[in-house]
């Protein structure tokens, strides 16, 4: 027993201890290869962002990018966080090597030529795919590759934010909009700490933004102000998430394929940023005058208010059309810049403490990383704004709801049998979809408000299920009973654990039971016709069957092995 205790922990320091210390090291040495790659474009094209030379270099740019993605990563540009939340739900983290290179290449290249995104992006793909590359090499497999990938994209942006918390907290949160990613907290630590020791030792110390002096604690005030604040940044996020996937749908449509929309979206930024020079680029000078009284503060409320339009729409335009990059350190910009506008506009003294809070709003609104953001805004510009970055991300992140930039953020980490469901679906997306009607078994337990609790009890021990429909006498579904919920209530009515949740329509899509699955973490769902009278119910392995018949009949068309 004892040697059976020590096998067991020697091969958990191995893979959560030295195994991440090893790819902590590759990682920070990468890394700052990568911003010294980015360092080098920007000193030499930076001077050429004016007038006329702008008109040439921004279009060059972006085109440059978009062929560097297409024909050496074989894959389409745009924000490399989407890329890393594809691998690491459906692909344990695995991803073409050509992919993993052309990324930092493609986005460096963006940022370099004035492209409006942040660093972290391609510093998430840089470091998911070394941790993934080492991790087949050291033997690492299944879930524990899948968690490792994580931990090393987490490093990655550690390092390059010069804050190693954030990155660990933001490799958790990351994944899904209403969950956590626990176990990647363990081997996060060890490779972020490493990670962003050996980068500061070969890049330096020096902050990212403008340390925020003169300040012990924030005033009642602000604390009270930053509430405010939230709301009003919950209404700026969801703006720009607005703005985001709608130049995402239109570039999804096909123009982000045409080399002429390429050239234009790259005009159309020149001319903004012949306007509104700050709007491109990283940021890192507006973001730290922002917290100036010197700085930002000098300009009118009405200027300020455009430069958040102009940086919504140059990032929207940039990730969409051509760019590749990350969305974290634009929402930092928009979230700050905001708020000088706001309190200029109210005509209050300036705080650099509300303008970090208001940072830390905007990147948990728009993230969905609450915890990731005040971190952040504690690391690189003051701990004393710990407390107004809580209540105005808490703020704004409740206001946007489930609204995200991230079209791979799910709402729940999934069950295992949900894991598989959402892989199988992605993959057999393509095939022609069955409607529910198609799919669904008859509801043949099903109970009504007026049943005791004792009755749900024995229809429960009768069909298995986690779940039961309630209906009235007419068959109109009126909501769902859990087993769960019975179980810890006193109640002896079936009507008092009514959950009146909105069922599916016979007429949708698979996908629709798919994403309700996944969305509410539950592996039921009921259909009803188009009169809400209840028609049949769909579990997951009815999903799951539905989708292996189809993969099984395109493996078939070309003669493979299903297995």
């Not at 360092?39 to 004016?50: H, M, T």
């Not at 995200?404 to 393509?430: C, D």
Request: proline share 5%; aromatic share 10%; net charge positive.
């Amino acid at each position: 027993m004892k040697n059976e205790t020590s096998i067991e922990l020697r091969n958990a320091l191995h893979k959560w201890i030295f195994i991440p210390l090893f790819m902590g090291s590759i990682i920070g040495v990468v890394e700052a290869a990568f911003i010294t790659f980015y360092d080098l474009i920007w000193g030499a094209v930076s001077p050429y962002l004016c007038f006329p030379y702008i008109f040439g270099v921004l279009p060059a740019g972006l085109l440059l990018s978009y062929l560097v993605m297409k024909f050496v990563g074989k894959s389409l540009p745009g924000s490399s966080t989407h890329v890393v939340l594809r691998r690491f739900h459906f692909e344990d983290g695995a991803g073409e090597a050509r992919e993993s290179l052309a990324s930092p290449i493609s986005s460096a290249i963006t940022m370099g030529f004035g492209g409006s995104a942040g660093l972290e992006g391609p510093s998430l793909s840089i470091g998911g795919s070394i941790a993934y590359r080492l991790s087949r090499l050291l033997g690492v497999k299944g879930n524990e590759m899948r968690i490792l990938f994580l931990a090393g994209a987490g490093a990655a942006l550690g390092a390059v934010l010069k804050a190693p918390l954030t990155g660990i907290l933001f490799a958790i949160e990351v994944p899904y909009t209403q969950d956590i990613e626990h176990n990647v907290f363990l081997p996060a630590i060890p490779m972020g700490v490493v990670a962003y020791g050996v980068y500061v030792a070969i890049v330096g110390q020096t902050p990212i933004f403008t340390q925020i002096q003169g300040i012990t604690f924030p005033s009642p005030f602000e604390m009270g102000f930053s509430v405010l604040e939230g709301l009003f940044l919950g209404g700026i996020a969801l703006a720009f998430i607005y703005v985001y996937k709608y130049m995402q749908k239109i570039a999804v449509n096909g123009k982000r394929r045409d080399y002429a929309a390429v050239v234009v979206a790259g005009l159309v930024l020149a001319a903004i940023g012949c306007a509104m020079p700050m709007s491109l680029g990283i940021g890192y000078g507006t973001i730290s005058a922002s917290m100036l009284s010197n700085g930002l503060w000098t300009y009118g409320a009405a200027f300020i208010l455009m430069l958040v339009l102009a940086k919504i729409i140059t990032t929207s335009v940039t990730l969409n059309e051509g760019g590749s990059g990350g969305l974290f350190i634009p929402s930092i910009f928009i979230g700050a810049v905001a708020s000088v506008g706001l309190i200029k506009v109210l005509g209050l003294p300036f705080s650099p403490i509300l303008v970090a809070a208001s940072a830390a709003a905007m990147v948990a609104a728009t993230n969905k990383t609450l915890l990731a953001a005040v971190a952040f805004v504690a690391e690189t510009m003051s701990p004393y704004a710990i407390i107004p970055a809580l209540l105005a991300g808490a703020t704004a992140y409740l206001l946007t709801s489930n609204k995200g930039l991230y079209e791979n953020q799910l709402q729940f980490s999934p069950a295992r049998t949900h894991v598989a469901l959402m892989r199988i679906s992605e993959k057999a997306k393509q095939r022609a979809e069955l409607t529910l009607s198609e799919i669904m078994r008859p509801a043949r337990f099903r109970l009504t408000p007026d049943d005791t609790v004792s009755h749900a009890i024995s229809l429960f021990s009768l069909s298995g299920d986690t779940a039961l429909p309630v209906v009235k006498p007419t068959s109109e579904y009126v909501g769902r009973i859990e087993l769960e919920t019975l179980l810890a209530s006193k109640a002896t009515s079936v009507a008092d654990l009514i959950i009146r949740d909105r069922p599916l329509f016979e007429d949708e899509s698979a996908s629709a039971a798919v994403r309700r699955i996944l969305g509410s973490g539950k592996g039921i769902v009921f259909v009803v016709d188009k009169d809400r009278k209840l028609k049949g119910v769909i579990r997951t392995a009815d999903l799951i069957r539905h989708y292996s018949k189809a993969l099984y009949a395109e493996n078939g068309e070309h003669g493979q092995n299903p297995g």
